[in-house]
């Protein structure tokens, strides 16, 4: 079973880069994460987009955790892991499997991180006038808010791993972590 689109949007892309497919294809960009993917679903290809172009949404390190998942050489620049991406046909039905016991939601479970308060769920994208504001560095203030916001993803996606590890050790040794 490959990756499915639904699975590619609802485990890698956080509430923005769901908003940024939408907003390119000039759909509305409101509503929940689940909302905003059956929107995708429905009309990303109708607007002329093949699925594999929305791996240009993501950074260079999701890319990297897709290509771990999938045993797939996770080295190279963002074009690089994207052409790795396609030529292994990862969202065609006869792709590999992940390679990892672990599911790869672990890495961006958004929901769990959502019930302990970590995520906002309800967090709203920056109003667009906010978003084309420029500060006295030049730094448009979408940037820097999107930049903290990777930054923030980061510290999850490194406690996730954290427990994965201590998860798959105490299995290992043959306790059940409650």
């Known amino acids: 079973m490959g990756l499915s689109v639904r ?4 485990t890698y892309f956080d509430k923005y ?6 907003d390119k294809i000039d759909e509305k960009v409101s509503g929940n994460n689940n909302e905003l993917i059956n929107r995708i679903i429905k009309n ?15 950074e260079r390190p ?8 999938y045993r797939l050489d996770s080295q190279g620049s963002k074009d690089v892991l994207i052409r790795r991406i396609k030529k292994e046909k990862l969202l065609d039905a006869d792709s590999p499997k992940p390679s990892s016991m672990v599911d790869d ?5 958004k929901k769990v991180f959502e019930k302990m308060g970590l995520v906002d769920s309800d967090s709203k994208k920056v109003n667009d006038s906010k978003q084309n504001s420029v500060t006295k ?10 930049s903290h916001h990777r930054i923030s993803l980061s510290k999850i996606t490194a406690i996730c791993i954290i427990i994965g590890t201590i998860i798959a050790v105490l299995s290992y040794i043959g306790l059940k972590p409650h």
Do not use: P, T
């Open 7 to 10: 699975k590619l949007l609802e």
């Open 17 to 22: 880069d769901l908003q940024d497919v939408l």
């Open 44 to 58: 990303w290809e109708q607007h002329g987009y093949d699925n594999y172009e929305l791996f240009e949404f993501l």
């Open 62 to 69: 999701v890319l990297a955790r897709i290509c771990e998942a």
């Open 105 to 109: 939601r672990l890495f961006m479970n």
């Open 137 to 146: 560095d030049g730094a448009k203030d979408s940037e820097k808010s999107s």
